[in-house]
């Protein structure tokens, strides 16, 4: 087990350069995305590389709001 945020949930592979692949899993309550270095062949092994902090500053530029299909707003990600 890895420490999560609340609601943790959802996770997207991508492969590393080299070989393996790192998780990038979602939290519900959170606004972080946590990248785990996946150890597959021996999950004891896998360790929590980063974290990524998904609100936006409110200095930051952002996108416009949604104007269609608002069912598939806020897909596990939380907006600020």
């Known amino acids: 087990m890895l420490p999560c ?3 943790c ?3 997207n592979f991508g492969t590393k350069q080299g070989s393996g ?3 990038y899993v979602a939290s519900k309550f959170s606004g ?3 990248i785990v270095d996946a150890g597959l062949s021996h999950p004891a092994n896998s360790s929590t590389a980063g974290r990524i902090l998904l609100i936006a500053d409110k200095s930051a530029p952002t996108d416009d709001g949604v104007t269609g299909l608002p069912a598939w707003e806020d897909r596990g990600l939380m907006r600020s």
Do not use: S
Request: hydrophobic fraction near 40%; proline fraction near 8%.
């Open 9 to 11: 949930h959802g996770v």
């Open 21 to 23: 692949y790192y998780a």
């Open 5 to 7: 945020d609340p609601g």
């Open 32 to 34: 972080w995305l946590i």
